[in-house]
């Protein structure tokens, strides 16, 4: 016997997936440098007070790495890191 809720329930149409925002571990360090000021970042405030999922050293690294080569950063020295606010491409 079905009740008056299945009924009901097999005229909606499913509800629609949403897709969740991406969670790289560079995207995300890199929308946190975007909101922190500052001009330099170093690993241990990444692994400090970056998003948790940068936290590890390894991902820490290997995500500041990804934003140097795209010029998001440029490499001081060994674990520390200018953030390059300038845009990306020139305005005319």
Known sequence: MTTIF???ARRWPPEPKIEQPSK???QLLLNWLNRRP???ITQR??????PRPV???E???QSAEILAAHGF??????YTWKINRDP?????
């Open 6 to 8: 299945n009924r009901l």
């Open 24 to 26: 790289e571990p560079a």
């Open 38 to 40: 500052g001009t330099t």
């Open 45 to 50: 405030e990444i692994r400090n007070h970056a």
């Open 55 to 57: 936290r590890n050293k």
């Open 59 to 61: 991902i820490a690294i």
């Open 73 to 78: 950063l440029t490499r001081i020295n060994s």
């Open 88 to 92: 990306l491409i020139p305005q005319p």
